[in-house]
T-cell receptor, first 115, second 113 residues
């Protein structure tokens, strides 16, 4: 019940294209859904996050779409750039993970944006 | 305002030795989380600590692993009698309030020969 499933495992997109990464969760008690970006040899860094009271959140080229009834959320990267090439992790936390703030992470998606 | 500081960044140990990984949270943060990342895998929660208290250790292996966050000084993740399967990147994260954004360090990469 604490799993977060992420797909695809890897993604190749042309520069200027749209990158879409999907996540699904099981525990309806989760109430915080962040996306983290990780470059090789570095730690994950928060990219954007959403709470279930809204269905979409946009920050620059990055948008989270949230479907509470389907228990799914996705990251859309518009106008993808080579500098976006990284590994992306979705995560969830809240009462579903003991309300301690610990994040349950998806398996990660390695994005490559070709010039 | 320094971020989360982890050291050492790289550590090589032989089987049976001990590994000690240190984490200094961001200034003003009193909540520390440790995660393990195996090659080509996601981040797995290990333990959540506040000053002098272990709050949630549900992700810690039952044997050989321990963690502490003393009143003074960094949080320490200790792995005794390391085995090859312990080879991974260990990340520390901190937050000021618990639930919400976690700020990650750059990780400590442990290699067990």
């Amino acid at each position: 019940q604490q799993q977060v499933k992420q797909s695809p495992q890897s993604l190749i997109v042309q520069k200027g294209g749209i990158s879409i990464i999907n996540c699904a969760y099981e525990n309806t008690a989760f109430d915080y859904f962040p996306w983290y970006q990780q470059f090789p040899g570095k730690g994950p860094a928060l990219l954007i996050a959403i709470r279930p009271d809204v269905s979409e959140k946009k920050e620059g080229r990055f948008t989270i779409s949230f479907n509470k009834s389907a228990k799914q959320f996705s990251l859309h990267i518009m106008d993808s750039q080579p500098g976006d090439s990284a590994t992306y992790f979705c995560a969830a936390s809240g009462p579903g993970s003991g309300n301690t703030g610990k994040l349950i992470f998806g398996q990660g998606t390695t994005l490559q944006v070709k010039p | 305002n320094a971020g989360v500081m982890q050291n050492p960044r790289h550590l090589v140990r032989r089987r049976g030795q001990e590994a000690r990984l240190r984490c200094s949270p961001m200034k003003g943060h009193s909540h520390v989380y440790w995660y393990r990342q195996l090659p080509e895998e996601g981040l797995k929660f290990m333990v959540y600590l506040q000053k002098e208290n272990i709050i949630d250790e549900s992700g810690m292996p039952k044997e050989r692993f321990s963690a502490e966050f003393p009143k003074e000084g960094p949080s320490i993740l200790r792995i005794q009698q390391v085995v090859r399967g312990d080879s991974a990147a260990y990340f520390c994260a901190s937050s000021p309030l618990g639930p919400g954004e976690l700020f990650f360090g750059e990780g400590s990469r442990l290699t067990v020969l």
